[in-house]
């Protein structure tokens, strides 16, 4: 079993700064890449930003310059930080982690339960 759990979000005003975080535990041999996805209301789910287990991150044009993502290997945690948030921020936000559970078994995607970010003007 894997487990990802989040924790953060919540409301903020125009210009303010969020701190998403994400823990991978249970079974686990290694984690690949780690993520920040988002779906507003009425819109499919769109990658905000990912980083790989070694190498450089990559984020949506949307969010360069004011979002940033990082990861703490040892504990299987991944951040996002958010600043200069803007009301088309408002989302639902989930983070995933490819975890692979054994040595010779395959990779698998794993998702957060999701949590709300909600930026008034």
């Known amino acids: 079993q894997v487990q990802v759990v989040q924790s953060g979000g919540g409301l903020v005003q125009t210009g303010g700064s969020l701190r998403l975080s994400c823990a991978a535990s249970?079974?686990?041999?290694?984690?690949?890449?780690m993520g920040w996805y988002r779906q507003a209301p009425e819109k499919q789910r769109e990658l905000v930003a990912v980083?790989?287990?070694?190498?450089?991150?990559n984020y949506a044009d949307s969010v360069k310059g004011r979002f940033t993502i990082s990861r703490d290997n040892a504990k299987n945690m991944v951040y996002l930080e958010m600043n200069s948030l803007k009301p088309e921020d408002t989302a639902v936000y989930y983070c995933?982690?490819?975890?692979?559970?054994?040595?010779?078994?395959?990779?698998?995607?794993?998702w957060g339960q999701g949590t709300q970010v909600t930026v008034s003007t």
């Open positions: 995933n982690a490819d975890v692979t559970r054994h040595s010779s078994s395959p990779t698998f995607r794993y």
């Open positions: 980083i790989p287990s070694g190498g450089s991150a």
């Open positions: 249970g079974s686990i041999f290694s984690i690949n890449a």
